[in-house]
């Protein structure tokens, strides 16, 4: 639920080109601060194009970002990060084989620093990591488990809980359940559901319309590199936002893509 009237963050006319090739143009957008935010789209309609330049990977072309209603301009994701933007990759982005705690905080980690060099406290970073995995309810047998030694679904739990612990405002989550085993996907949105209780900002890019329907407030579509259409999840059904994806309006037949997911 949104907890602001202001925008925790808000893009007004973003536009990116690479070249002669226009990946977005004219798109608007705001996530609410603790809110939940689907957003959809076929292949190459500017998706993960929109998230890279909200997560600072990507400069847009055209346009301006504005963060908690000020103007904000991020050159890398460590300026974003630095703002409490984080993302969340597809592909998890961990070291297998070093363990959950020492994921959760990689370049990030407590201790003592000695000019360039930093004397990490291991016992310090196993207690904040354990307390943080509790705050959010993901179990595992140990923090020093191997990343490697973990199935898809704590994988990703653990990739979440690396992006919110350092206070985010917003994680950007891309095909949060792609990857994973049908058991887990429902564990995931769970937790994606906790980090709205704990007044994170969530945005989940998604193919699959039973993870946006069970965990999102909103859906917005983009179409062709803008927007297309946007609603309440409570105003709106699964076929509609089928609909969107295909670049029509007031659809309401059944899909097979839709039954297949």
Known sequence: MVQSDTPLLEARGIAKYFGA???LHDVNFHVGHGEVLGVVGDNGAGKSTLMKILSG????????????????????????????????????????????????????????????????????????????????????KSVDQNTEDLSGGQRQAVAIARAT????????????TAALA???????LDLIKRLK????????????MDDI?????????????TNF???????????EVIGWIMGTKGHTA????????
């Open 254 to 261: 059944s899909l097979a893509h839709d039954r297949l997911n």
């Open 57 to 140: 990977l990507y400069q847009p072309s055209e346009g301006e970002l504005i963060l908690d209603g000020k103007p904000a301009k991020f050159s890398s994701p460590k300026d974003a990060r630095a703002a409490g933007i984080e993302m969340v990759y597809q592909d998890f982005a961990l070291a297998g084989n070093m363990a959950i705690y020492e994921n959760i905080y990689m370049g990030r980690e407590p201790g003592r620093k000695f000019g360039p060099l930093t004397i990490i406290d291991h016992k310090k970073a196993r207690e904040m990591a354990q307390n943080h995995l509790d705050n959010l309810h993901i179990h595992v």
């Open 182 to 188: 049908i058991k887990e996907v429902g564990k995931v």
């Open 213 to 225: 329907f069970y965990c999102c407030d909103r859906v917005m579509a983009l179409y062709q590199g």
């Open 229 to 239: 259409a946007e609603s309440g999840l409570a105003e709106t059904s699964r076929n």
């Open 197 to 208: 209780d704990h007044g994170v900002a969530v945005i989940i890019i998604s193919h699959r």
């Open 21 to 23: 090739i226009t990946a």
């Open 165 to 176: 612990a350092f206070h985010a405002q917003l994680v950007i989550m891309d095909e949060p």
